[in-house]
């Protein structure tokens, strides 16, 4: 038989639900259908065609009273989100190139890559293994290898990829800015990575790099969604004479900490017509490297430090922190027309006019008025501010009528709500009528103190849709409307002079506009969700939280995606489908919450938890005694079966007592038969009602000791809790104490580490000094070698002359026939040589100490330096700098540059630096390079003497321009001396001042 086939079932893939097209496809025409009903309605209902051309501003188009009508997300992303649609209906997912990252086991992985054979050999299996020491934060390095101990398959490769034009993978800069935008920080992400069972993230040093470079893009981003807010604010205007637009922006500002000891602030302002961020301040009073620097203010090392960190240093505002935003105002008015060409002309801001009064102060545009402008939502709280202050001022305290303010069917917290609703909905209907808005206003208190016997609606607004019933009876000719819960006289004298006081045209005139700042505490919570109020940040972190919310509150999510390309990163799309949707979700539950019916229901929730709030607060105090019924006529369970709960709810003002409650037990005959509905016999006599009576106290009696006992335990349990906060406030102290200790451990670390860097950089200095000197002495050897040699040398001649000498005198011994005048002769004549030689051998040893001597001095001083004497300094001034000042002089009869240092900075370590510059400049030598010629080494002011140049290039481009040969000829020399640099060995020198001042030319 041929053997069985394997078959395996074919099934194509289950086609995603994504909904039925056609009805999903109708029902969005009737939504948009329903939307378009809606804003027609609006736009009949809207009043805005009624006004008066003279009563809108004379730079302002129609549109901007339209925009304003829109909900906020509406008004920003329902422009933009119109070619992303519905996320759901997106191309399919591409599922063919797989991209992004996933959190997956190791172990699942390993195995996995376990089951393959090895490519290379096809005999060994490959395995997987993870090299944890060279790590990046996340990105890990894997390594494939074959079990095969013949076979070198090996294949390295990180989880992430690195970002193009950089060091850092694209896994970090994620994972960072990720918890930076929902809030959270380094010491999260640890925490994260720990539940997880992942390796650890990066350190907090790389944190803070990667959150620099993600600010500096967030902050471009930002800017860009600024300016082009701007240039959106400026289609609703109409340009100036001096093409400056005149715009109204509403600003508040927010702060780090609670309370005004904050040390960080942000202040913003937005567009009163479009709703968008047009700019931000971020205010900061510390900088953490001036408080490690603070200890050694009045130093020479603090002064160096210093000319390096002022351009630096993150504390941008010395004030206290409740000033911040009337200075963050300040500051962004004034550059309102350099940045947008714009004047900000009307300040809606709150009832504080810190900020509106030191515009008007500085006078930041001159003779054009800054009109200050009022939040009506802050208007609108007034109203019950100031009521609620009027009944708790009143308390208890007996009106015209002998009641106290407060109280069911009088001034109560949902009564004041009403109120303040009708407050702000009768400055928002009046808009650009300030006598209609003062009457709608008053008509509020006429209206809530009428009553069917005097009413009062003259003020209340006339017709049939008018919101009074009154009225409407009247339009109508009917007499249905019945005035229910008035407000009593007593109490409508009382809150009368608020409503006179709410009422001023001074103050309703500032509230024509109609607009709020809310869109200002929206943008204010954005920015505190990416740098939470609970735990510390610093400068940088909320400023990237600052640009992240403004972008995200102009553009919505999608924002991000520019913060990644702007970091060279490809968002994905993963990444673009989520922003789409998270939009899309927006601007749907915007339309959602924007509807008559959510509003409807919003109002519902609000007055149903206000009434049951005045009901909690009417019945406080007030003591309801049950008995609970016996009688075993009735049988067991009485009480419950005849509801001793539903009799006591039946009261007014009734508190719930659960059955389970101990209360006193009283047996009455007479129950049934009145529960029957028969008569009553008299059957109980005295002297039974005096014992139950005697019962009834002594149950009462037992109950209160009961409540004593229960007051004693609460006050131990008050006094144990007491001692237990007192416990923990020492505790915070001690943590906060070795928290302290802690920072202070590591500023001296850290200054330790620098201190051992630069030691580090010293010995390194004094290395290459002592193989230079090394090199000096080796010459100097060779050279005492050669002298040596020449010594050794004489010696010999001078032993062959004594050896001659003895041949002589063995001569004369022998020829004593010979003359004496001969013999003298020849005896003088070597002794005359004897002499030279003996002058020269002095001669050569003299040299020779010379040399030992010169190689002594050599090892002790530098090459470089020459004497004071033989430099002549003028008078004439070649230029003046932060160590001294050049003049010109001469050494030698030639024309020189001479720099001399300042008094004021000579210190140890300076001298040290000036050596250390000699000894680098001395061994530099090239036609392009500056000619070193010498400097002074002794007592006083160093002198460092150049060859005399005529003129820098910075001068000659102050005189005119240069051609393009004169441009390629000074740009060819000054490359040619900085490869020199470059390339000098045995270590490169780096010239970190290279400036047009610093080229100096022959002509």
């Known amino acids: 038989m041929p053997p069985k086939r394997k078959f395996r079932n074919v099934r194509r893939k289950k086609r995603r639900f994504t909904g039925n097209k056609y009805t999903k496809k109708r029902n969005s025409e009737e939504m948009e259908g329903t939307d378009d009903q809606e804003s027609v309605k609006e736009s009949e209902e809207s009043d805005i065609t009624d006004i008066e051309d003279e009563k809108i501003p004379k730079n302002i188009t129609r549109n901007s009273d339209r925009t304003k009508s829109m909900p906020a997300t509406l008004r920003k992303l329902d422009d933009k989100s119109s070619d992303s649609g519905d996320p759901e209906n997106d191309e399919e997912e591409k599922m063919a190139s797989i991209e992004g990252f996933r959190l997956i086991d190791i172990s699942v992985l390993a195995s996995v890559f376990e089951s393959f054979w090895c490519p290379m050999c096809k005999y060994g299996h490959v395995t997987f293994e993870e090299d944890c020491s060279a790590k990046m934060g996340f ?21 992430s990829a690195k970002i193009e034009g950089s060091q850092a993978y694209e896994v ?20 994260f990575a720990a539940v997880m069972n992942m390796l650890p993230p990066m350190n907090e040093n790389s944190y803070r790099d990667h959150v620099a470079t993600i600010r500096n893009s967030a902050e471009t981003v930002a800017k860009e969604s600024m300016q082009n807010a701007a240039e959106e604010a400026k289609e609703f205007y109409e340009p100036g004479e001096d093409g400056v637009f005149d715009i109204g922006v509403s600003g508040d500002g927010t702060w780090r900490r609670r309370g005004y000891s904050s040390a960080y602030g942000v202040v913003t302002a937005i567009s009163t017509v479009t709703g968008k961020v047009l700019d931000v301040e971020v205010m900061s009073k510390e900088c953490k490297e001036c408080m490690v620097w603070r200890s050694k203010e009045g130093t020479v090392e603090f002064q160096e430090w210093w000319e390096g960190h002022q351009h630096l240093c993150q504390a941008n505002y010395f004030g206290s922190s409740g000033s911040m935003d009337a200075s963050g105002m300040l500051a962004i008015f004034e550059r309102s027309v350099q940045n947008y060409s714009v004047r900000y002309t009307e300040f809606l801001g709150d009832g504080d006019s810190k900020s509106h009064k030191l515009i008007v102060e500085e006078a930041v545009y001159g003779p054009v008025e800054v009109r200050k402008l009022e939040c009506v939502g802050h208007v609108q709280k ?5 009521l609620r202050s009027l009944k708790k001022r009143t308390g208890q305290t007996r009106l015209q009528d002998g009641k106290s303010i407060g109280g069911r069917g009088r001034l109560t917290d949902n009564v004041i709500d009403k109120l303040q609703v009708y407050y702000g909905k009768a400055i928002r209907n009046n808009t650009h009528d300030i006598q209609a808005m003062e009457n709608a206003v008053m008509a509020i208190w006429h209206h809530t103190q009428s009553t069917d016997d005097s009413p009062d609606h003259d003020l209340c607004p006339p017709g049939e849709s008018s919101w009074c019933g009154f009225q409407r009876d009247v339009a109508q000719g009917t007499s249905d409307y019945r005035h229910n ?46 740098a939470t109020k609970e735990t510390h940040s610093g400068l940088a972190v909320v400023e990237l939280a600052t640009f992240l919310a403004v972008s995200h509150f102009n553009n919505g999510t999608i924002s991000i995606i520019l913060v990644l390309r702007n970091l060279g990163i490809d968002p994905g799309f993963h990444c673009i489908k989520a922003c789409r949707k998270q939009d899309h979700n927006r601007i749907r539950h915007s339309r959602r919450k924007s509807s008559e019916q959510a509003k409807k229901r919003r109002k519902q929730i609000r007055n149903f938890k206000k009434g049951y709030s005045d009901t909690l607060e ?52 007479e129950y049934p038969k009145q529960a029957a509905g028969q008569e009553s016999s008299p059957v109980t006599s005295s002297e039974r009602k005096r014992e139950q009576v005697k019962g009834l106290e002594r149950c009462l009696r037992e109950k209160e000791q009961q409540v004593a006992h229960f007051q004693a335990q609460l006050r131990e349990k008050e006094q144990e809790e007491g001692n237990i906060r007192s416990q923990l406030y020492e505790k915070e102290h001690q943590l906060t104490y070795v928290q302290g200790q802690l920072q202070e451990k590591h500023k001296q670390l850290l200054n330790s580490e620098l201190q051992i860097t630069e030691m580090e950089e010293q010995m390194t200095n004094i290395r290459e ?6 090199g000096q002495v080796r010459a100097m050897t060779e050279n005492l070698r050669e002298k040596d040699e020449q010594l050794v040398n004489s010696e010999g001649q001078v032993r062959e002359v004594t050896q001659q000498l003895v041949n002589v005198q063995a001569q004369i011994q022998e020829k004593n026939e010979e003359t004496a005048t001969d ?7 070597l002794q005359r040589q004897l002499g030279v030689k003996d002058q020269e051998l002095n001669e050569i040893q003299q040299t020779l100490l010379t040399a030992q001597r010169a190689l002594n001095e050599r090892q002790q001083s530098p090459d470089w330096v020459i004497s004071r004497d033989q430099i002549q300094l003028t008078d004439k001034i070649l230029g003046q700098g932060g160590w001294g000042v050049v003049v010109k002089g001469k050494y030698c009869g030639c024309a020189i540059a001479v720099k001399q240092i300042h008094q004021l900075i ?34 006083g002011s160093p002198l460092f003497v150049t060859e005399l140049m005529e003129r820098s290039l910075r001068a000659l481009l102050g005189q005119r321009s240069l051609s393009e040969s004169e441009i390629s000829v000074i740009s060819l020399d000054v490359a040619r001396a900085l490869s020199y640099l470059h390339q000098k060995q045995p270590s490169p020198i780096i010239h970190r001042d290279v400036s047009s001042a610093n080229v100096l030319l022959w002509r």
């Open 139 to 159: 990105a890990t390095l894997f390594v494939l290898k074959c079990t095969s101990q013949k076979c070198k398959y090996s294949k390295r490769f990180f989880s």
């Open 172 to 191: 970090n800069r994620r994972v960072v800015l990720a918890t930076r935008n929902i809030g959270i920080g380094h010491q999260s992400l640890v925490k």
């Open 382 to 386: 007034r109203l019950g501010s100031r």
């Open 485 to 530: 819960h008035p407000l009593p006289t007593a109490v409508a004298n009382a809150i009368y002079p608020t409503f006179e006081a709410l009422s001023e045209q001074s103050l309703l005139a500032r509230c024509l506009h109609g607009g709020t700042q809310n869109q200002n505490e929206a943008i204010n919570a954005l920015i505190w969700q990416r």
């Open 618 to 669: 009417a019945i406080e105090g007030q003591h309801v005694f049950v008995c609970h019924i016996k009688d075993e006529r009735l049988g067991s369970g009485c009480g419950k079966r005849f509801g001793i709960q539903k009799f006591v709810a039946k009261r007014d003002h009734a508190i719930f007592v659960p059955l389970e409650t101990a209360i006193p037990e009283v047996d009455f005959d």
């Open 769 to 774: 000094q002592v193989r230079e000197k090394d």
């Open 823 to 829: 013999l003298l002769a020849q005896t003088a004549a």
């Open 906 to 939: 000579l210190s140890p370590h300076n001298l040290r630096l000036f050596e250390r510059e000699m000894d680098i400049a001395s061994r530099c030598r090239h036609p392009c390079f500056l000619q070193f010629i010498g400097a002074t080494n002794d007592e």
